[in-house]
């Protein structure tokens, strides 16, 4: 068995989940701060990416990156692809995974506590440290949730992924992709193999995420240390 | 040491506009909620921009607008104990109070959100010398806050007055220039806020510099303030000495809030007289009264059964019994339907078997309001 895909299909949402990690956080902490009416706007249009299907994503991709677009054959002088290349599905899994963190990450931002950022403020910590040390950690939870739906989400990517960058054994092949190809070709037994490997990878990481936060949990509840 | 203010600020329909300057004291700022009294503080510390004015802390621009002076709040050394306390709630009490430290340690006057910078340029002997400072600057505070054996706890492991002694030491050892507080102890229950009202007003006498209080309790106010400003939708309607303020409180609005219970239209009838057709009487004043009185004002306790002057018939209407007092309701015979019942509170010791017929007010408690 090739594992090829499954080295594809994690390093994707690996590397995709970082960057929808700080686009997303970045784009949920202005977000927040916008006018009301620019906020609805923008929120549609990052949010839009959630609520239609992954092919029409797919198809703007394309659009955009397409080697015979105005983009994407600038981006090919400096030797730059995203079309039927493994980091294509990287752009398509980011794409697809952003809403997740971002919608989440801006409820989170939300409900914080402003005066927490105030009062750094005129304690005089600057605003990276305001950012990173208290409005991060007191969002925790809701940043934690928003990557692991992302992570999940760009594993799970198909529809984007296989319109931008296809299905090429060894090079672009992802678990989702080669699951449909395997079927396809009615290689049912391999097809169920690697179903096995995405459940297996899907109970890890759920597993991980749990364990992170029983651990948040029992830093917790040193609570019942009551004040005298 | 002064603090000078005059800033405006326009938010739909709300319109902020204050002005005040303070030298050495304890400031009060008084008014109902929604009144500006927060969106004031928060425009002296800096996390919001006023549309237009100054304000000038202890000879050093903050803000102003026409010169486009406007310091971020980490560069104006303003101590801001809010209501909350705002601690940071995944920080010990330890690294809360070091975060009041942080800036402080780079020359005081100015640098504030440099930290990064500064960080790169510290030579090895420096960071080391710098930590011993700090180290005991946190401890000398430590001390004075009575946090001893605290240290290590997170603030949800603090009672309500612990956590305003961390968030009170969080700022002083930073040497602030200016201190705000804003209702600090409207999140204790009653028992301890009188005891650390005490504590607090030691400790801003040991201050030294200017106070500024946000309160909406009279007795907060009269115990910690030299002066009081009011708030009233957005503008700044009286400010004077705490005492002044409360002897002629000049609005209906202040009236209230130094606590008097009987207020009532009023109308000029005389230069030492008024009338009170709700109530059906005529007082006579110790002050001269002016052209624009439009309301008059008696505290519940100034009401006098033996007193001579302003007298007149009246009858009880209720009663209720307090701990150490009576209030007794009561109305003038000549009282129309509508006005409220009026309010007099005696000690207990002085109640006397039979309410009596006829109840006086001597002229100098007879608070002119205009406004």
């Not at chain 2, 806050?145 to 603030?155: A, D, T």
């Not at chain 2, 200017?210 to 400003?229: F, G, M, P, S």
């Not at chain 2, 059964?305 to 009561?330: C, G, H, W």
């Amino acid at each position: 068995m090739d594992w090829f895909p499954l080295l594809n299909s994690v390093r994707i949402a690996a590397i995709s989940c970082v960057i929808v990690f700080f686009t997303g956080i970045f784009a949920a902490y202005y977000a927040v701060r916008l006018p009301r009416a620019l906020k609805g706007v923008l929120d549609v249009v990052l949010t839009l990416p959630l609520v239609l299907p992954p092919t029409v994503c797919g198809y703007f991709l394309i659009m955009v990156f397409g080697v015979q677009r105005p983009l994407g054959a600038f981006l090919a002088q400096f030797g730059i692809k995203f079309v039927m290349t493994w980091y294509g599905g990287v752009l398509a899994a980011a794409l697809v995974a952003f809403p997740l963190m971002y919608r989440t990450a801006r409820g989170a931002f939300e409900s914080f506590d402003k005066t927490l950022a105030y009062s750094g403020q005129t304690l005089g910590l600057s605003n990276t440290y305001i950012f990173w040390r208290i409005r991060m950690p007191a969002c925790r939870q809701g940043i934690l949730a928003g990557t692991v739906l992302a992570f999940a989400r760009a594993l799970g990517e198909y529809g984007a992924t296989s319109m931008l960058i296809g299905y090429t054994p060894g090079k672009t092949a992802t678990i989702s992709t080669t699951v449909y190809q395997l079927w396809r070709t009615n290689n049912d037994g391999l097809a169920f193999k690697w179903v096995l490997v995405n459940i297996v990878i899907s109970a890890l990481v759920l597993t991980a995420v749990n364990l992170l936060e029983k651990r948040e949990g029992s830093e917790k509840p040193k609570k019942k240390v009551a004040a005298p | 040491m002064s603090l000078s203010v005059e800033i405006q600020k326009n938010l739909g329909d709300f319109r902020l506009d204050v002005s005040f300057e303070t030298d050495d004291d304890v400031t009060g700022l008084l008014g109902a909620s929604g009144s500006g009294k927060s969106m004031t503080l928060m425009c002296i510390a800096g996390v919001v921009k006023p549309s237009s004015g100054r304000i000038i802390l202890n000879g050093k621009t903050l803000f102003d607008a026409e010169r486009r002076i406007d310091l971020a709040p980490q560069q104006r050394r303003i101590g801001y104990l809010f209501q909350n306390y705002a601690l940071f709630p995944n920080m010990t009490v330890r690294q809360n109070i070091l975060c009041g430290l942080r800036s402080a340690k780079e020359g005081g006057g100015g640098g504030g959100g440099d930290r990064d910078r500064d960080r790169g340029r510290d030579q090895a002997r420096d960071k080391a010398r710098d930590k011993a400072d700090r180290e005991r600057s946190l401890q000398e505070i430590i001390e004075v806050m009575r946090l001893g054996g605290l240290e290590n706890r997170r603030p949800s492991q603090l009672s309500g007055g612990q956590q305003q002694r961390v968030a009170l030491a969080r700022i002083l050892v930073g040497n602030p220039e200016l201190l705000i507080l804003d209702e600090p102890f409207s999140a204790l229950d009653s028992h301890l806020r009188g005891q650390l009202q005490i504590e607090t007003q030691k400790l801003l006498k040991g201050f030294g510099k200017d106070v500024v209080l946000v309160t909406h309790n009279r007795d907060e106010a009269y115990q910690l303030c030299r002066k009081i400003a009011l708030l009233d939708a957005g503008k700044l309607t009286v400010y004077k000495d705490t005492k002044e303020f409360f002897r002629d409180p000049e609005s209906r609005a202040a009236a209230f809030l130094t606590g008097c219970k009987n207020v009532v239209d009023a109308q000029k009838t005389g230069d030492y007289e008024v009338s009170v057709p709700d109530w059906g009487v005529r007082f006579t004043t110790e002050r001269p009264v002016g052209d624009t009185l439009c309301a008059i004002g008696i505290r519940a306790h100034f009401f006098n059964p033996k007193a001579i002057q302003n007298r007149f018939p009246v009858l009880l209407s209720d009663e209720i019994e307090d701990p150490f007092e009576y209030t007794m309701l009561f109305r003038y015979t000549g009282q129309t339907g509508e006005s409220p019942d009026i309010w007099w509170k005696i000690p207990k010791e002085k109640r006397r078997e039979h309410f009596p017929t006829e109840m006086g007010v001597a002229p100098e408690n007879i608070i002119l309001l205009y406004g």
